[in-house]
Each structure stands twice: as C-alpha cells, then as structure tokens.
C-alpha cells in the first residue's frame, strides 16, 4: 500500500516553469512504478510521462517531450516533474500515480494508487 501527496501547482504564464512533487508513504517506495497524469477541463485523464522504480527508464507523451523531466529520489520517496517552456494547453490537473510493476506504465488503468491531484493553470 503506497499513499500519494501531489504538491507544487500554481498559476505560471506561459513559457514559465513549475516543478511538481509527489511524496509517498511506505517502505516500499523504490519498488513502485510512477507516473504523471492530467485532466483538463472537460477532456479525459491523459498521460503525461512515467519513470521505472529504478529511475532507468522514463516515457513520455509526444506533446511534452522536451519540456517535461519526470525523476525520482528513492530515498526521499519522492517523485518530481520538472516543467519548462510550459504552454496554456497544459493547463489541467496533474495527478501522480503508483503501480507495482517493472516497466513505465501508460494507461490509467495500470496505476492503482493515485494522488489527490495538483491545480497547474498556465495564463497566455
């Protein structure tokens, strides 16, 4: 069992930078899968990019890459993204997500512990 605490959301204008932060309890941290998601207003949760347990291997989605770092500290039980360049159209509310699997997961339903969710609002 892994509980999520997302942080790090604010207002940003456009081209800014903001850098989320997900903190998980339980020993077992190192052995999660994590992953970032988002919802914009009236659309579906999307993925947004997942980094393996070891921190090896990370994915992301197209409209991000470049942009976007997703990291881990084992240690600290805690997972970043980082978020440059960042544009109106990413404006949502961004969730992390834990699953406990080897690979980088993408789809919603692979995740089964979830955040409460952060307030990312990017002004043009």
């Known amino acids: 069992q892994v509980q999520l605490v997302e942080s790090g959301g604010g207002l940003v204008q456009a081209g800014g930078s903001l850098r989320l932060s997900c903190a998980a309890s339980?020993?077992?941290?190192?052995?999660?899968?994590m992953g970032w998601f988002r919802r914009a207003p009236g659309k579906e949760r999307e993925f947004v990019a997942a980094?393996?347990?070891?921190?090896?291997?990370?994915n992301y989605v197209d409209s991000v890459k470049g942009r976007f770092t997703i990291s881990r500290d084992n240690a600290k039980n805690t997972v970043y993204l980082q978020m440059n360049s960042l544009k109106p159209e990413d404006t949502a509310v961004y969730y992390c997500?834990?699953?406990?699997?080897?690979?980088?997961?993408?789809?919603?339903?692979?995740?089964?512990?979830w955040g409460q969710g952060t307030q990312v609002t990017v002004s043009s």
């Open positions: 997500a834990a699953d406990r699997g080897t690979g980088v997961p993408i789809r919603v339903h692979e995740y089964g512990f």
């Open positions: 980094i393996s347990w070891s921190g090896a291997i990370t």
């Open positions: 339980g020993r077992t941290f190192s052995i999660y899968a």
